[in-house]
């Protein structure tokens, strides 16, 4: 059964399955999202109005048997940032979907009444109904109620209440194989899922495989790859203590930004670090590691049960403890696990929430370390919709703005994750050159400036950084195309025998005969595609920076400070 | 004496008197506002930061004898709209700072502290003292305490409680000839000066005078230059009914944006006219003519008496009245006049605050025409700083940002102002090119699309509507250097006199020889300066465009849309 693209217009309520153009064919997750959003999204258009549009796609291995390639993308144009966007995702969606043979799922248009609705989709077709009964939920009652009205093998994605309400850190939900929950986390696609009236997405594969070209070929790339991804020293501490394991790293490294972001180390760095994490849960009877979707061999998610032995959170990051621990100065696990679940529920970006509350912070709105002020405007403000709760739930930005906050660690309005700039400088070029805002995983330079994979860099050092990020980030561009999970990146930077492995698996599904350097260039072409549409939404170089206080205030320990000049910035583009 | 730039720096509280820059010397108003902030302001600073800096220029004429030559300019990098920004207003301060020899007042830096400060200027220098008892008071209370400090003949530029607390649409009030206040309205100056912890600048001049070059020559010139303004029927219009004359003629005009901008008519117009507003004045006792500062011939302002004959608010603009009126659907004129008398009270732009109620209104925080909520908000929300107070304090983009609303009407984040850019084609180029965001006095096309001053425009065609915003552009960047106030324009326009009399008292005032091409000239070149100054910030020109609900949804009566290309607004910047 060839692919078909899935369409849904909401001004009209109408649907139709579609040939694959031929210029997609190529393409899948992030490079498919990217080259329809710049097709068919007017650049200059209203992210909530109905000129937008919302695309899910699993990437081009996903449903297959390899290993960890159950990631869907999400693209759009930002309601955050503006500028184009794709967030990725484990769960069960991007297999679901490949299933099914949808190569793409485009939701265009917007009711032109107050009606919510849902969507189902089956490799026959698309189901519109009208929703009631899960507006204003949040998404572990949606999941719940959804897999009673269907069956649990379904996937789903779904808004929580953030969401409905169209703030601009809202994520979508998407279901996990325990029918927890992953995210789509960044840029706000959940406000874009709100601003069209979709609750939730519900994905019914039944018994469909993906078709495999040469189904040899592809297993013995799989077994090849599967062992570069397993034998990998980061993979094997990412299945121990998840990517939390990084708390103690960057606190070392100085990088760990402390206190909306005034220092580089936090006192409270081992009451939430991945070593303490995970003796308490094992201790409790959780599950230290964890695969966010069929498939995985790394396993870096997590299941946290709370003091009582009870399912908690899972999947809990690196980014998100920080952002919620040393950034607002929490250092109590159970508090940040607390709010992770709310966040979770709720629907909304744990580092864009909690990198606001930094800021709110700062700005008197509440004190450095309360975390139970958090937690109540959480439930009390952000899940309602007050106006402070408004505030927060926007986004770091726009709580700066409203309380005239100066020191506001935002690019392009997206917060900053978890890496000091200042200290480490490699992830700073990252986050101004991304054509999605500030986002580690879109050129994780941490691997090799820390990690010591793929080579090594001086995180004190400009020396090199700008060739890294731009090496790391048309590389990440191609990983998420495929479906994979970007923790492949470990291997495949340090066994050559990775990528061939990962090469062979396409051509085997497709039966075709790309090389490693079509690869590249893939990556490369996507990044193009997603910076012109950024320039023709009035994007320009002078938004490639970062804000002016990472140059004016240096960070201890190091005392060090962002000193990149916008030349030496817009160096990476030249490729 | 010569005149002397006052430099005042926050960070270090030291001060100085320079000598005029050389070429500086030519420049006054907003021309020297604009070159200084371009010359010192790094473009992409935070606005709030201690890198921007604020600062007071009275107009080249302004002082003198001249007719209408009270402006004052204020300049700053906006932090409502992120560009260069100059607020023009009558009031005193304009002819205090030239009287004392002060060519500008340049405020840098910013305090460490967390101390509050007031600046009181003698032509022997500036004093620095700190604040206690004023902060958190309004502008009216520091009006009164000021001059009870200081002598009532001293100019006041003060801001209010929303200065203090950095709400970027607050303004700065300006002590008018009764103690009453004018305002330095648009683009959040106020919030400039609230960063830099100054609550309020007093301004004594003494008995200084202004030397003229020519005494007789700019005698003789004034008298032809007021016996123009004098005649023309527009300036005898605004004497009689103010500027809110303008509300029948721009609702019958079908352009007169109501409810949020989706309809050109308001049913209440009568009800909140100028007509109205004059016969209830004179009922009441107050005064329908008035001058904003000494000297003026026109006199446009008004004194507004509450039911019991008590003052209420002065000065009340059409573009106020349309917007707590019209925009908000509110009809009664003393509703609006309480609403005008609090929002100068706690400092903040009437235009600005009334179209975030607007929009406000659109997203369900209250309803519309809802006044006695409107004026809660106000005095219990806004006043006091609470997240409510403050997402609407920030202006119409924000609350739209926060409550996810897509029907927003600004320009570079500044709310649009009375005229719909549907029905009168004109004043959206303004509102698109203007180096500012959207603001009507920056080309007033109105003149000629409605009232038919200076020619005659269509104004619901596109045809040779660049041309006449270009024209008028320039010509008024000329006037708002000269401390003019903008309604000269009228006479100027129709009067073969007025203008070579304006270019006789510029070149005996300072005994040079200027023509009007070098009016021209200076026009052009302070758009092309500021305009140069917002790209060094990161605009480009698809900035300058309408949101897009202007193109896609038409406005009744006439069921226009806005229907210019990108290319044709370009087309401004051709000179």
Redesign the interface.
Known sequence: MADKIFRVNMTDLSTSIEDVPADWAGHGGRGLTSTIVAAEVPP???P??P?NKLIFAPGLLSGTTASNSGRISCGSKS?LTGTIKESNSGGTSAQRLARMGCKALIIEGQPQDDNWYSLSLTSDGITISKEEELVGQGNFAVVEAVERRFTDKIGILSIGQTGE????AANISVKDPDSHLRSLGRGGLG?VM??KKIKFIALDAGDHKVDIADPDAFKAANKTFTKALVDHPVSQALGTYGTNVLVNIINEAGGLPTRNFTAGQFDGHEQISGETMHDLIVERGGKPKHGCHQGCVIQCSQIYNDLKGNYKTSGIEYESIWAMGADCTVDDLDQIAEMDHILDDIGIDTIETAVAFGVAMEGGVLDFGDSKEMIRIMTDEIAKG???G??IG?GAA?VG????V?RVPVVKNQAIPAYDPRAIKGIGITYATSTQGADHTMGYTIATEILGVGGSADPLSKEGQVELSRNLQIATAAIDSTGMCLFIAFAALDNGACLPALVDMLNARFGISLTAADVTNLGMSILKTEHAFNQ???F?N??D?L???FATESIPPHDAIWDFSGEEIDAFWNF
Chains 1, 2 share one sequence.
């Open positions: 200059t258009c209203h909530l109005g000129n309601p309400m169209q703030m601009s406000a709100g601003s007050t106006p402070l408004r505030i926007n726009n703005k409203t309380y005239g100066t023709a939404a009035g320009t002078l938004d920076r804000p002016e206080f």
